[in-house]
Structure formats: structure tokens, C-alpha cells
């Protein structure tokens, strides 16, 4: 089977811009979740999509949203960038949901300068 | 509330043993444990539910004291293979979000 799969795999943008990243999961899994990745902060949960429902989200701000289609790909938009959300931003997909085994796309880095 | 993980970082020669802790002061459901490589993606390694068991992946074992809160991950023998960061995910019930610990990167050198 193929990986979870990230698009773009690097984006640099500038203050004020918006985002879209995108997420395939592995097939058949209906569950994708997201997470930021920063030196300081670790791997900070987003949000989980179950077929096409938000199921959990984490502590962000609402420029983050995101989207999960019917054939389970995401999509994750961050709007009105800030220099603080420069980070790698992991995609992982499950089979049922984040209390089971994850598998995690290699991410996409944003840099916003 | 995130878990605090416990050291931050350990350096290990080759065939050593070490201990990885993760504590909450919250009640739990679950403990995810994930590794992730240098410029990899985090892989899982395996998840613990509440009721103190222990499991095992290669020669890296845990448990979950459910009275504690607390998981430990067992680094036995350890390889070169298992440099990395490791990070505890919790759960405070069943389909709640994971949040993850700061993580505690470990070396092993030959």
C-alpha cells in the first residue's frame, strides 16, 4: 500500500497570505489527523477528520480549518499567516481514529516570512 | 494538558539500557508511543491502555501505571537503530484528541 502522502512538501509564503495543504491518506483509512510541528512546542494536535467530520480539535486559533473529502483526502487552510506558524505540519491517517496506530505523511514545511 | 516527558534527552552507548517516562496529572484511557528519525516522520510504536499493561516492540518495552498516570518506555540493549525522538500521545478517553509530550531525544552511540 502506498504512505500518506503531503502536498506541497515546502511552501514559503508571507505575513498576511493564506495557505492550502493537502493530505492523502493511506487508502482505506477514514480517519486523518493533523499536527504542527515546531522546535519549541513539540507536535501540537489540530484537528481530526472522520468521514468528512471534524471529530476532535485541538487548542488553535480559527485561522486554522481544515476539510476532509469523500475519497477521505484532506485539506488543511491556514488564513491571514503570522511569522508564528512557520513549521512542519504533519498529516497522519488511521484506519478508525487517533486511538489506533497512526501513520504520518512526511509533512509539509512552511516558512512564512 | 500535556504530558511531561522525563529526561529530555539521553545519550546511550551501544547495548545500554534506558528509561523514557510520561506523566500526567490528568486521568488517562490511553498512552501512544511514537519514534521519529532525524528528518522523518514520527512512527508508532505501540499504545497502552489503561489497566497497567505492559507491551513490547523489539526491545523497546512500556508500561501504564493507571494509579500514577504514568507510562515508561524500556530501551533494553539498546541499538544504534533507536536514535531518535520519542514522544508519549495521551488520551483522556476513548476518541478524545492526543496531545503529545515535548519529547526526549535519544542518542546511541557505538
Known amino acids: 500500500k502506498a504512505g500518506v502522502t503531503q502536498t506541497p512538501r515546502y511552501l514559503i509564503k508571507t505575513r498576511g497570505q493564506q495557505v492550502t495543504l493537502s493530505c492523502s491518506p493511506i487508502?482505506?483509512?477514514?480517519?486523518v489527523s493533523w499536527y504542527q510541528q515546531t522546535p519549541g512546542q513539540g507536535l501540537q494536535f489540530l484537528f481530526e477528520?472522520?468521514?468528512?467530520?471534524?471529530?476532535n480539535k485541538g487548542n488553535f486559533p480559527g485561522r486554522f480549518s481544515g476539510r476532509q473529502f469523500s475519497n477521505s483526502r484532506s485539506e488543511m487552510n491556514v488564513s491571514t499567516l503570522e511569522l508564528g506558524d512557520s513549521a512542519l505540519y504533519l498529516c497522519?491517517?488511521?484506519?478508525?481514529?487517533?486511538?489506533?496506530?497512526?501513520?504520518f505523511g512526511p509533512g509539509t514545511r512552511l516558512t512564512v516570512l | 494538558q500535556q504530558p511531561v516527558q522525563s529526561p529530555q534527552a539521553v545519550i546511550l552507548r551501544e547495548g545500554e539500557d534506558a528509561v523514557i517516562n510520561c506523566s500526567s496529572s490528568?486521568?488517562?484511557?490511553?498512552v501512544h508511543w511514537y519514534r521519529q528519525k532525524h528528518g522523518e516522520a514520527p512512527v508508532f510504536l505501540m499504545i497502552?491502555?489503561?489497566?497497567?499493561e505492559q507491551k513490547g516492540h523489539e526491545k523497546i518495552s512500556a508500561s501504564f501505571n493507571e494509579k500514577k498516570q504514568q507510562s515508561s518506555l524500556y530501551l533494553t540493549a539498546s541499538q544504534l537503530s533507536y536514535s531518535g525522538t520519542y514522544f508519549c500521545?495521551?488520551?483522556?478517553?476513548?476518541?478524545?484528541?492526543?496531545?503529545f509530550g515535548g519529547g526526549t531525544r535519544v542518542l546511541v552511540k557505538p
Open positions: 487508502s482505506g483509512h477514514r480517519s
Open positions: 500521545g495521551t488520551e483522556r478517553a476513548a476518541g478524545n484528541k492526543l496531545t
Open positions: 497522519a491517517s488511521s484506519p478508525r481514529g487517533t486511538y489506533n496506530e497512526q501513520f
Open positions: 477528520y472522520f468521514s468528512e467530520t471534524q471529530r
Open positions: 497502552l491502555l489503561k489497566g497497567g
Open positions: 490528568k486521568a488517562l484511557y490511553s
